[in-house]
């Protein structure tokens, strides 16, 4: 099983490697589920999991990583407990974050925190209410800027892109029947 996993990390690091190289990237989204079994790993193997994370996905100086927490990362929301968070955010930062790359905001969200009035959905939404206050406080521009010398526009702008790791519309439930997906229930389902 070990031989089965050496192979699949040195596949994934040299795939990565080479469309950092190949594409040069000024950012790197992870859109959630960095791992496949991170809710259940005990802390020795979670520590030696984020080692191996940080050789396959090593970033060139300079080329930030926003990674975005999945649910294989701490599980759904009935199955998320504050360490499994609060393990995540010491290897990756805040799951709900705002950052600004090249000018262009990004906000993270956690998926998994917008149920009920748990921990872990409080902090989630107080996190997203200072971020909010932070995105209003910010000056607004007019119309996009355009550098000196360049052909294109500047994409900056006062309008945060969203990163999050469960899709915010689908117009049905009805593909979600895998084995991890969640439970769903009248109060969950997206009417029209």
């Not at 992870?30 to 191996?52: C, N, Q, V, Y």
């Not at 930030?64 to 599980?75: A, C, L, Q, V, Y």
């Amino acid at each position: 099983m070990w031989i089965d996993r050496v192979r699949r990390e040195r596949q994934m690091e040299s795939v990565f490697r080479t469309s950092v190289q190949l594409f040069q990237p000024e950012v790197v989204i992870l859109m959630g589920d960095l791992f496949d079994e991170g809710k259940w790993a005990k802390k020795p193997e979670w520590d030696s999991t984020i080692e191996r994370f940080h050789r396959i996905f090593a970033m060139p100086e300079g080329v930030p990583m926003i990674p975005i927490i999945g649910n294989h990362d701490i599980g759904f929301h009935e199955m998320a407990r504050p360490f499994l968070v609060q393990r995540f955010e010491e290897a990756f930062g805040p799951a709900v974050n705002m950052r600004v790359v090249k000018n262009i905001t990004f906000v993270s969200v956690n998926s998994m925190a917008f149920v009920d009035n748990c921990q872990m959905c409080t902090t989630a939404r107080n996190r997203l209410t200072n971020i909010t206050s932070q995105l209003n406080a910010m000056p607004k521009r007019k119309k996009p800027m355009q550098k000196k010398g360049s052909k294109g526009i500047d994409l900056s702008s006062e309008r945060p892109i969203l990163l999050s790791h469960f899709p915010l519309y689908r117009a049905s439930e009805g593909m979600c029947v895998q084995q991890d997906s969640p439970s769903i229930t009248a109060e969950h389902m997206v009417r029209d």
